[in-house]
T-cell receptor, first 110, second 113 residues
Framework: NAGVTQTPKFQVLKTGQSMTLQCAQD?????MSWYRQDPGMGLRLIHY???????DQGEVPNGYNVSRSTTEDFPLRLLSAAPSQTSVYFC?????????FGEGSRLTVL | KQEVTQIPAALSVPEGENLVLNCSFT??????LQWFRQDPGKGLTSLLL?????REQTSGRLNASLDKSSGRSTLYIAASQPGDSATYLC????????????FGRGTQLTVWP
């Protein structure tokens, strides 16, 4: 049972480039979410999904897109990366109120 | 807006001490409270979940209590060990599927031998 798996673990982008952070879970959880963690800011919710085909914005959605075509996968897309998006990104799924996190993806935008 | 505060921000103790980490929240209309551990460069690991009908949870040397009326939770760690060194975060939510979690900024714990 792998839990929540995120790829890549590390990524360096140039300003304006696009990329997708992948997230997959094998626990059949309906709820999935993306957070970013920044020093002094704590964890902030970017987008979340309550099931396949349903997504919604969190606290800091600007500059990010998501989709949920299957229960297992919840990719996060950066359309045009900016230095302000340098952060550590965490994917999490939730069941019965308990949140389970992936190991994180560390993104640097130059 | 829900605000979650964790005190102290950092704590350094010798091995073997019993210690208490504090978490307070401004809106008492919460449903679940969850404590996490985060090691450097790693994701968050769930330690304890206190659901709406519960007032405390225990797992091994860890005990977490919740007092909604006062807006407080405490995480008690008994007989601390160097392996307990990590950042501990608490988070609260309103319990609905659509509900987001509100996180504190964590307490960085160092247990020295």
């Amino acid at each position: 049972n792998a839990g929540v798996t995120q790829t890549p673990k590390f990524q360096v982008l140039k300003t304006g480039q696009s990329m997708t952070l992948q997230c997959a879970q094998d626990m059949n959880h309906e709820y999935m979410s993306w957070y970013r963690q920044d020093p002094g800011m704590g964890l902030r919710l970017i987008h979340y999904s309550v099931g396949a085909g349903i997504t919604d914005q969190g606290e800091v959605p600007n500059g990010y897109n998501v989709s949920r075509s299957t229960t297992e996968d919840f990719p996060l897309r950066l359309l045009s990366a900016a230095p302000s998006q340098t952060s550590v990104y965490f994917c999490a799924s939730k069941s019965r109120g308990e949140l389970f996190f992936g190991e994180g993806s560390r993104l640097t935008v130059l | 807006k829900q605000e979650v505060t964790q005190i102290p921000a950092a704590l350094s103790v010798p091995e073997g001490e019993n210690l208490v980490l504090n978490c307070s929240f401004t809106d008492s209309a919460i449903y679940n409270l969850q404590w996490f551990r985060q090691d450097p460069g790693k994701g968050l690991t769930s330690l304890l979940l206190i659901q709406s009908s519960q007032r405390e949870q225990t797992s091994g040397r860890l005990n977490a209590s919740l007092d909604k009326s006062s807006g407080r939770s405490t995480l008690y760690i008994a007989a601390s060990q160097p392996g307990d060194s990590a950042t501990y975060l608490c988070a609260v939510d309103r319990g609905s599927t659509l509900g987001r979690l509100y996180f504190g900024r964590g307490t960085q714990l160092t247990v020295w031998p």
